[in-house]
């Protein structure tokens, strides 16, 4: 954190945030905005008219935009919010360092509305933070509790035609629920009254990096809430203060589900919810299909009774809980009956899950893969290319487009087609096709009635669109 600021010091000033319209930036701006801030912003994609609908109702919902040409950094009062990323060539970063104003990292800024809070939930791990950050969010409104929340993704229980970008919610100042990150190691910024911890697998940082930055995290929480079904998250249940575990395969934990009562569908779960430690058991109701699902929701079941709420009062609120965009998100299904699934997947635990759901029902697959970065394809495309040819069958098949890649000065001598050689080395089916237009192409030439096309990438906010673009394309 640049120039000392402190929670004190930020109160009332302007916030400027470079890259306003990002997953992560978007939500922190509307909670600022919701605090009483000012807040101005820029963002690249703005600049070369991408998803215009979010830069309009920014605009129209009293956000200063503009170009990023370092025009909005006009004065020294400013706090400059920028990722750690972003290279001093940027105009705005260079503009704040001439005018001498202080900067903060989106983790920063979020780690310190987050600790100023009477009681805070952290929602930790590799894969599903942003989905038992909305089960809880939803959990704390069932309730009447009013929370703040933090999340980086859309909560479509939230979304309203005031606010269609709900990733974000606006209550009590003093009740916040965040998701937390761990892959640029500012999970240690926060000291949650909860602190939840789903999972701990490979993706941006070795397994040794997270050992350490998720044992400090759990030992920092007033209460964790640790899921003893990953081996390396119950391996950090000693660091905890104090603890509530919970497991869907794990019988020795605090919250636990009887496995024989587990009835799937591809529209949801049902399940029995058993409280170890009252030996008593609640029923659960799960709108949306997946075991990974299933595990979420006990954690989020957890965290709510880590924070004094009621299981079967919990359970209860996740009977209409509506999921999040882009997890599992059925864009639609054309008239000769093939579906279309638009979804966050980026690293291989969430692709697994994602592609297990899908294997759990009859027909045949065909998943899009856009990497979300040639870095993190180069961190685990080994383990992606293993996730793809071990969950898919012989008659799916898997596209790779190029990563994405909005400009900088990144190495990228290594591509998607080391990760589909390595597919296809290992028994799967799968093509690279560099153009997305292209895959497009392919995918609709290939679809046929009682196929699941399922679109995976992150980082990029038009892969929506091209979900939808190939929906209405399909007979």
Same mark, same amino acid.
């Given at each position: 954190?640049?120039?000392?600021?402190?929670?004190?010091?930020?109160?009332?000033?302007?916030?400027?945030?470079?890259?306003?319209?990002?997953?992560?930036?978007?939500?922190?701006?509307?909670?600022?905005?919701?605090?009483?801030?000012?807040?101005?912003?820029?963002?690249?994609?703005?600049?070369?008219?991408?998803?215009?609908?979010?830069?309009?109702?920014?605009?129209?919902?009293?956000?200063?935009?503009?170009?990023?040409?370092?025009?909005?950094?006009?004065?020294?009062?400013?706090?400059?919010?920028?990722?750690?990323?972003?290279?001093?060539?940027?105009?705005?970063?260079?503009?704040?360092?001439?005018?001498?104003?202080?900067?903060?990292?989106?983790?920063?800024?979020?780690?310190?509305?987050?600790?100023?809070?009477?009681?805070?939930?952290?929602?930790?791990?590799?894969?599903?933070?942003?989905?038992?950050?909305?089960?809880?969010?939803?959990?704390?409104?069932?309730?009447?509790?009013?929370?703040?929340?933090?999340?980086?993704?859309?909560?479509?229980?939230?979304?309203?035609?005031?606010?269609?970008?709900?990733?974000?919610?606006?209550?009590?100042?003093?009740?916040?629920?965040?998701?937390?990150?761990?892959?640029?190691?500012?999970?240690?910024?926060?000291?949650?009254?909860?602190?939840?911890?789903?999972?701990?697998?490979?993706?941006?940082?070795?397994?040794?990096?997270?050992?350490?930055?998720?044992?400090?995290?759990?030992?920092?929480?007033?209460?964790?809430?640790?899921?003893?079904?990953?081996?390396?998250?119950?391996?950090?249940?000693?660091?905890?203060?104090?603890?509530?575990?919970?497991?869907?395969?794990?019988?020795?934990?605090?919250?636990?589900?009887?496995?024989?009562?587990?009835?799937?569908?591809?529209?949801?779960?049902?399940?029995?919810?058993?409280?170890?430690?009252?030996?008593?058991?609640?029923?659960?109701?799960?709108?949306?299909?997946?075991?990974?699902?299933?595990?979420? !929701?006990?954690?989020?079941? +957890?965290? $709510?009774?880590? @924070?004094?709420?009621? #299981?079967?009062? %919990?359970?209860?609120?996740? &009977?209409?809980?509506?999921?999040?965009?882009?997890?599992?998100?059925?864009?639609?299904?054309?008239?000769?009956?093939?579906?279309?699934?638009?979804?966050?997947?980026?690293?291989?635990?969430?692709?697994?899950?994602?592609?297990?759901?899908?294997?759990?029902?009859?027909?045949?697959?065909?998943?899009?893969?856009?990497?979300?970065?040639?870095?993190?394809?180069?961190?685990?495309?080994?383990?992606?290319?293993?996730?793809?040819?071990?969950?898919?069958?012989?008659?799916?098949?898997?596209?790779?487009?190029?990563?994405?890649?909005?400009?900088?000065?990144?190495?990228?001598?290594?591509?998607?087609?080391?990760?589909?050689?390595?597919?296809?080395?290992?028994?799967?089916? !799968?093509?690279?096709?560099? +153009?997305? $237009?292209?895959? @497009?192409?392919?995918? #609709?030439?290939? %679809?046929?009635?009682?196929? &699941?096309?399922?679109?995976?990438?992150?980082?990029?906010?038009?892969?929506?669109?091209?979900?939808?673009?190939?929906?209405?394309?399909?007979?």
């Amino acid at each position: 954190m640049d120039n000392g600021v402190m929670a004190g010091s930020l109160e009332g000033r302007p916030l400027f945030f470079c890259g306003i319209g990002g997953s992560g930036m978007l939500p922190l701006a509307q909670i600022a905005h919701g605090l009483g801030h000012e807040v101005a912003g820029s963002d690249r994609s703005r600049d070369q008219g991408r998803t215009p609908e979010k830069f309009a109702w920014l605009e129209g919902h009293g956000f200063s935009l503009f170009p990023q040409d370092g025009s909005g950094v006009t004065s020294p009062d400013q706090v400059l919010v920028a990722s750690a990323a972003i290279e001093d060539s940027v105009p705005e970063v260079a503009r704040a360092k001439e005018l001498g104003c202080d900067r903060m990292s989106r983790a920063e800024l979020l780690s310190t509305l987050f600790n100023d809070a009477g009681f805070s939930i952290a929602v930790g791990g590799t894969s599903g933070k942003s989905t038992v950050t909305g089960m809880i969010a939803w959990i704390l409104h069932e309730g009447g509790y009013d929370p703040t929340v933090m999340n980086g993704a859309v909560m479509k229980n939230f979304v309203s035609p005031e606010n269609p970008f709900a990733s974000a919610r606006i209550g009590r100042p003093d009740l916040f629920v965040s998701e937390v990150d761990e892959s640029d190691g500012s999970i240690a910024l926060y000291r949650p009254t909860v602190g939840v911890l789903l999972n701990v697998s490979l993706d941006h940082k070795s397994i040794e990096e997270l050992r350490v930055l998720f044992g400090g995290f759990v030992a920092k929480a007033g209460i964790a809430a640790i899921n003893l079904d990953s081996p390396e998250a119950g391996y950090l249940v000693p660091r905890a203060q104090e603890c509530v575990t919970f497991g869907l395969r794990s019988p020795q934990a605090d919250i636990t589900i009887e496995p024989e009562s587990i009835e799937q569908s591809e529209l949801g779960i049902h399940a029995a919810v058993i409280d170890n430690r009252q030996k008593e058991i609640f029923p659960l109701i799960l709108p949306m299909p997946g075991l990974h699902n299933l595990s979420n !929701a006990l954690a989020a079941i +957890a965290a $709510a009774s880590a @924070a004094g709420i009621g #299981i079967a009062n %919990a359970a209860f609120a996740l &009977r209409s809980f509506a999921g999040l965009a882009r997890r599992f998100d059925v864009t639609g299904t054309s008239p000769s009956g093939i579906t279309v699934i638009d979804d966050f997947g980026h690293n291989p635990e969430k692709c697994a899950a994602t592609l297990r759901t899908l294997k759990a029902s009859q027909g045949r697959v065909i998943a899009f893969f856009q990497p979300h970065g040639y870095g993190p394809l180069r961190q685990m495309g080994n383990e992606l290319a293993k996730t793809f040819a071990r969950e898919l069958g012989p008659d799916d098949i898997t596209i790779f487009s190029d990563p994405v890649y909005f400009g900088g000065t990144v190495d990228r001598s290594e591509g998607s087609e080391r990760i589909v050689d390595l597919i296809n080395t290992a028994g799967g089916h !799968a093509e690279h096709i560099p +153009a997305r $237009a292209d895959c @497009a192409e392919r995918i #609709i030439d290939l %679809a046929r009635p009682g196929d &699941r096309i399922v679109v995976m990438g992150a980082r990029d906010d038009t892969l929506t669109e091209f979900a939808r673009s190939i929906l209405d394309r399909l007979p």
